[in-house]
């Protein structure tokens, strides 16, 4: 017991208290300052632009301000000033939707040209009927474009001149119609409710500046799509709320949680103008179905708000399950339509985004009457007009076209999450969009955002597949992805799976090392071979890869794309041998999850490490070593028990009631508890020591206990020296 | 139901404010135009709008390039590019539509300026290009100079979803509108005097609806002036292929390329296709800036504002033919010229002087003499007589912002010859009988 002794010196007097807990935070901040500094590599950041690199220190090196600017004006910025807006927008993006959209831009996949370049699975894009658009087009575009019908002639007068900004009323009328085919007739919509922008981007935009002020509030069910943090909030000022869904339900809106949210943006003193939500629900690919319809139009009657829908995948739907659109519900029931808006588009459910035509769909005349007039700055050009008038009214083609492209996208999309499904990778349940949303949880280690973003890092950088994660969809719980699968053709599904596969072990290798970019960037065909290997006996049952007569495992080991891909080049080779070292291999996992002693041993077996390597991670920090103001926290909780044990036992001594000594013995477990988790960070999270979690764990609850205990026999002692005295 | 919707579904300010201004003679002549357009045919004796700066005098070249090239109007070299080009949505816009833009840029200047495409921001219009300015360089409540007489499009386009005021600085006819060191130090000082920020100072080049171009010389004064407050320059230059002779036009370009880039992180320049080639309905627009974080705020800000890839592979086929380039440029100004020349002559038979101008799509008349007097009201009931008894709509001095009354701008290149004609004639009909009162 007089192991704490020693610190009473400390903690005598007043200032005791102070400076007890300060010197130590001190000196530990001081032992960490020097950690970092004496580790050369990670105290200069990565180059951002080298193609290996990782995403995350990009992450963690945004400029939160310009003080440098601020400071020396005549700095590399200039010294023109920009507005705030302006300066926002300009920053560099964090957004890891964003961050991948860009990685894919710059270095795209193709198969035969650039196949080591990334998978788009980020971008909501449908080129499966790509082909049947370009048919019409090479046999229509002549008469469609120029000729004009009466005359046969040349025009350029209708194209040229300045047109309606918010449409022509032809384009109006065979969008219009559009829609009502792309709904199945169950509902018709009307031409003078349209107004066109270029793009849905700027249709939702114009809805939100006729619909709110700046600092006003729209609730939005979460998961979102990302896009609309930028959309809505840059340039209106609007704040959009997640209101969060849960998995449990598949990511169903809850009118409850609408509630909740309602009243909480109430009392921060905000004015919540709208509900905003999208169906089919962009990531989830849910439906909203009759009855949420309803329950969301009383919500917004009762709050008087707005709802505004977003439909722009109505015609993307796959499922068994019928669309339905808010406007077939506000035909039937008797609501207030004045509230309810539509956002349509053609980029998706016509698959040509490069058109840009957006749809605001409205029931408020004078909704209709301001978009119109702000329509001018996002107005649609003339010729692609009346290219897509001829396009639309030509409903033979659409009415094809529609069907072809649902059967298609209903294919791909059993594909695809088939092929999640071999890995182990579930998707909620879905009847449209052209995504599907994945639950990849199981490989996110430790389970939270940052565990969450390593494995988007890793999907990025090493099988270099750009997905959605969702905590840019501000999905609550971690592990979410959204994958776009309509800008795969058949063949590069495998290839996909190859290099998710690939990957899905990398991140379980890696998080050993804590992740190590130098670990990750290392593809070496051992390491991949393993890595396929531990991924296999992770999820797998043995018996099942072993048979490898599922068509997804097949389809890997010819190389699928001639042995083009590092990934599934690397992979396969080497795989049949890993087959029969798969026991092996489950075996190690087994240990792994035994003892941390010895899963070190087996992870440093495991992995083909050159010593370098080791030495490396060793000496580089990290990227998920915890930052100073969080160990901050873990140490002075370590501190802050001795602090409390040690009054607790110098009161114990001076009042002479002994029984409280016992709390100090039952906060023992606890102080066990918080060194565990300050260990388990001190070696990065690694993975080996994972048994550590689960020891503090148990230390807290018995800790708990003890405390409760302790706490038990003071008040009997109480008790007794009341009744004694 | 609208109506009960309207007392009960709170709306936006954007959306219920008179911002957008279309409430002003401005528009009222459009509206007026609107109801009754003058047909040579079928309605000899509507109202002919002289109120719209399009340029149709050129629409035969366009229409002969696209019977000579119909490929260009289509997917360009055939159907090849199609995937990329309807899944196109790269807010950087095409590559080779930006190269084409900038030299194109360059012809129009003839060599005296640079352009680089990857400082150019395409947008939705020159409309969309100047809105997106002013939200990357001002913030609500700051204000932009403008000089007066400006186009009464800025009112709503720079002003109402931004919260951007717009302080003017006053031009007056003594020195034939020019912008002058005095005023611009005035209006800034009005400006502080209200304690708004000045965030930057917008030049139309040529003015809109002067019709004359900036000189050298101020130019350069106005450079000075926004270097030593420290705030940006929009130079909006969508007329500069529409000057009558090219060697009349000094870009900010130029000026910016003769200092040797220093301090041009502060000038941005605005243009369009929609006049000089006479394509407003192909919403063509751009930003060239000098300055790198706005080049990134606005090209992200463009996905509001994107121009079909359609469209942009069409033009990029047209503009990469120099040949036809040349000939459209050189033929175009000519044409302008000569409208110009005739309309100006013609005003002039009726006894009307205009301001000499050197550019644009219209020109600058000043009916001061026939005023019952020399205020807006006097104005606006001239101009009101105008539209419905000469049955013309030319834009009112006021709706500019004029500081003197009595102006008015009229276009002349959206319309036929004979059009014109006709408009000459009820111009000089109007005067005389307005003189001939006056005279009782």
């Given at each position: 017991m007089r192991v704490i002794v020693p610190l009473q010196a400390v903690v005598q007097g007043r200032g005791g208290l102070v400076l007890g807990s300060l010197i130590p935070c001190a000196l530990f901040y001081f032992l960490q300052f020097y950690l970092r500094r004496n580790r050369p590599s990670s105290s200069s950041p990565p180059p951002p632009s080298s193609a290996s690199g990782s995403n995350l220190p990009e992450l963690a090196s945004i400029p939160r301000s310009l003080s440098r600017g601020l400071l020396s004006p005549r700095g590399s910025f200039g010294p023109a000033r920009l507005s705030s807006r302006g300066t926002a927008v300009a920053r560099d993006d964090d957004n890891p939707y964003y961050v991948g959209l860009k990685r894919c831009a710059d270095d795209p996949y193709n198969r035969s040209t650039n196949p080591r370049g990334f998978l788009p699975l980020g971008l909501a894009e449908n080129r499966l009927s790509l082909d049947l658009i370009q048919d019409w087009l090479v046999k229509n575009w002549k008469e469609s474009l120029l000729l004009d019908d009466e005359e046969g002639e040349l025009s350029i007068q209708g194209l040229a001149t300045y047109q309606p900004h918010d449409g022509s009323m032809d384009l109006k009328k065979a969008v219009a119609e559009f829609m009502g085919q792309v709904m199945q007739g169950s509902v018709s919509f009307n031409p003078s409710h349209v107004v066109l922008t270029a793009g849905a981007t700027p249709a939702v935009e114009t809805l939100s500046f006729c619909l709110a002020d700046p600092g006003d509030a729209f609730l939005v069910p979460s998961p979102y799509y990302p896009g609309w943090d930028r959309d809505i909030k840059w340039r209106t000022g609007v704040e959009l709320i997640p209101v969060p869904c849960r998995s449990t339900d598949n990511f169903s809106i809850s009118i409850g949680a609408l509630e909740l949210a309602y009243n909480q943006v109430k009392k921060r003193g905000m004015k919540v103008r709208a509900v905003l939500v999208s169906n089919p629900s962009n990531p989830v690919g849910s439906l909203i179905d009759r009855e949420t319809h309803c329950g969301l139009l009383d919500f917004v009657m009762e709050k008087n708000i707005h709802l505004i829908s977003d439909e722009i995948f109505a015609g993307s739907t796959y499922g068994s399950d019928k669309f339905v659109s808010v406007a077939e519900v506000l035909d039937a029931e008797s609501f207030d339509k004045s509230r309810v808006h539509i956002i349509y588009g053609l980029s998706k459910d016509l698959s040509v985004p490069g058109f840009r035509v957006g749809v605001i769909y409205s029931y408020n005349e004078n909704v209709l009457a301001a978009a119109s007039k702000l329509a001018r700055f996002s107005s649609i050009s003339a010729p692609t007009q009346r290219l897509l008038i001829s396009m639309l009214s030509d409903r033979k083609f659409i009415t094809d076209y529609l069907a072809v492209n649902r059967a298609r996208l209903h294919d791909m999309h059993a594909l695809f999450v088939d092929g999640l499904k071999q890995l182990g990778?579930?998707?909620?349940?879905?009847?449209?969009?052209?995504?599907?949303?994945?639950d990849m949880s199981m490989f996110i280690r430790p389970y939270s955002e940052k565990g969450e973003l390593m494995l988007w890092d890793n999907l990025l950088n090493v099988a270099k597949v750009n997905v959605t994660p969702g905590s840019s969809c501000h999905c609550i719980e971690p592990g979410w992805f959204r994958c776009c699968f309509t800008t795969l053709t058949e063949k590069d599904v495998p290839t996909f799976d190859a290099a998710f596969n690939l990957h899905g072990l990398l991140v379980r290798q890696s998080s050993c090392y804590g992740a190590h970019p130098k670990l990750r960037a290392n593809r070496s065909q051992t390491a991949a071979?393993?890595?396929?290997?531990?991924?296999?006996?992770?999820?797998?049952?043995?018996?099942?890869?072993?048979?490898?007569?599922?068509?997804?495992?097949?389809?890997?080991?010819?190389?699928?794309?001639?042995?083009?891909?590092?990934a599934s080049s690397a992979a396969s080779p080497t795989r049949r041998e890993e087959r029969r070292s798969l026991p092996t291999a489950a075996a190690v996992a087994l240990v792994a999850g035994g003892t941390a002693a010895l899963a070190m041993a087996a992870s440093a077996q495991a992995l083909p490490v050159d010593a370098p390597v080791l030495a490396l991670a060793a000496l580089q920090e990290p990227e998920n070593a915890l930052s100073l103001p969080t160990w901050a926290v873990h140490v002075s909780s370590v501190i802050e028990w001795v602090i409390a044990m040690a009054l607790v036992?110098?009161?114990?001594?001076?009042?002479?009631?002994?029984?409280?000594?016992?709390?100090?013995?039952?906060?023992?477990?606890?102080?066990?508890?918080?060194?565990?988790?300050?260990?388990?960070?001190?070696?990065?999270?690694?993975?080996?020591?994972?048994?550590?979690?689960?020891?503090?764990?148990?230390?807290?609850?018995?800790?708990?206990?003890?405390?409760?205990?302790?706490?038990?026999?003071?008040?009997?002692?109480?008790q007794e020296g009341s009744k004694s005295s | 139901m609208v109506k009960g919707a309207e007392s009960c579904v709170p709306l936006s300010e954007v959306a219920t404010s008179n911002t957008h201004g279309e409430d002003s003679p401005y528009f009222a002549g459009w509206k007026a135009y609107d109801e009754d357009p003058y047909d040579a045919a079928s309605n000899p004796a509507g109202v002919i709008q002289m109120g719209l700066a399009e340029n149709q005098v050129s629409f035969d070249l366009l229409e002969k390039y696209l019977d000579q090239h119909p490929e260009a109007s289509g997917w360009g070299c055939g159907i090849s590019g199609f995937r990329e080009n309807a899944l196109f949505q790269d807010y950087h816009g095409l590559q080779a539509?930006?190269?084409?833009?900038?030299?194109?840029?360059?012809?129009?200047?003839?060599?005296?300026?640079?352009?680089?495409?990857?400082?150019?921001?395409?947008?939705?219009?020159?409309?969309?290009?100047?809105?997106?300015?002013?939200?990357?360089?001002?913030?609500?409540?700051?204000?932009?100079?403008?000089?007066?007489?400006?186009?009464?499009?800025?009112?709503?386009?720079?002003?109402?979803?931004?919260?951007?005021?717009?302080?003017?600085?006053?031009?007056?006819?003594?020195?034939?509108?020019?912008?002058?060191?005095?005023?611009?130090?005035?209006?800034?000082?009005?400006?502080?005097?209200?304690?708004?920020?000045?965030?930057?100072?917008?030049?139309?080049?040529?003015?809109?609806?002067?019709?004359?171009?900036?000189?050298?010389?101020?130019?350069?004064?106005?450079?000075?002036?926004?270097?030593?407050?420290?705030i940006h320059l929009i130079s909006d230059e969508i007329y500069s292929g529409s000057v009558f002779s090219s060697d009349e036009f000094v870009s900010v370009a130029e000026i910016v390329e003769a200092r040797g880039y220093k301090d041009c992180d502060r000038v941005h320049i605005v243009y369009s296709l929609s006049k000089d080639l006479g394509l407003p309905?192909?919403?063509?627009?751009a930003i060239y800036s000098y300055n790198d974080r706005v080049v990134t705020a606005a090209r992200r800000m463009s996905s509001f504002t994107l121009v079909s890839s359609q469209t942009q592979r069409m033009l990029a086929s047209m503009l990469a033919d120099r040949e036809f380039t040349e000939t459209y440029l050189k033929t175009n100004r000519e044409r302008l010229k000569k409208r110009h020349d005739f309309i100006t002559e013609g005003l002039k038979n009726a006894g009307i002087e205009c301001l000499p101008g050197n550019a644009g799509l219209f020109c600058w008349m000043n009916l001061a003499p026939l005023l019952e007097e020399p205020t807006k009201e006097g104005e606006l009931r001239l101009w009101s007589l105008i539209v419905h008894e000469a049955k013309l709509n030319i834009s009112p001095g006021s709706s500019c912002h004029c500081s003197e009354a009595g102006w008015f701008r009229v276009c002349f290149a959206n319309m036929s010859q004979q059009t014109l004609e006709v408009a000459l004639r009820r111009i000089k009909d109007f005067t005389e009988n307005m003189k001939a009162k006056q005279e009782k």
């Open positions: 990778i579930k998707c909620a349940s879905s009847s449209g969009g052209l995504y599907c949303w994945a071979a393993m890595a396929t290997a531990m991924s296999i006996a992770y999820h797998k049952p043995p018996s099942s890869s072993s048979s490898s007569s599922s068509p997804w495992s097949s389809s890997l080991i010819p190389a699928p794309r001639g042995g083009s891909s590092s036992w110098q009161y114990g001594e001076k009042s002479g009631f002994q029984t409280w000594k016992g709390l100090t013995w039952g906060m023992v477990p606890l102080l066990g508890g918080a060194l565990c988790a300050c260990t388990w960070h001190f070696f990065y999270n690694a993975e080996s020591l994972e048994i550590l979690v689960a020891l503090q764990s148990a230390l807290t609850v018995l800790g708990n206990m003890t405390m409760c205990f302790a706490a038990f026999r003071i008040y009997k002692a109480s | 539509f930006r190269q084409e833009m900038a030299t194109f840029m360059e012809q129009i200047r003839e060599g005296r300026a640079k352009f680089d495409p990857e400082r150019i921001v395409l947008t939705a219009g020159a409309t969309a290009a100047n809105e997106l300015l002013t939200f990357i360089l001002a913030d609500p409540g700051d204000c932009l100079l403008i000089p007066t007489p400006y186009y009464p499009g800025f009112d709503r386009d720079l002003r109402w979803r931004t919260g951007v005021r717009i302080i003017p600085v006053h031009c007056s006819s003594s020195n034939g509108f020019q912008v002058t060191l005095q005023a611009l130090e005035d209006a800034y000082v009005k400006a502080e005097g209200m304690k708004i920020r000045v965030r930057g100072l917008l030049l139309t080049n040529p003015s809109n609806p002067l019709g004359t171009a900036t000189t050298g010389h101020v130019l350069e004064e106005v450079l000075d002036f926004v270097t030593q407050k420290d309905g192909f919403r063509v627009g």
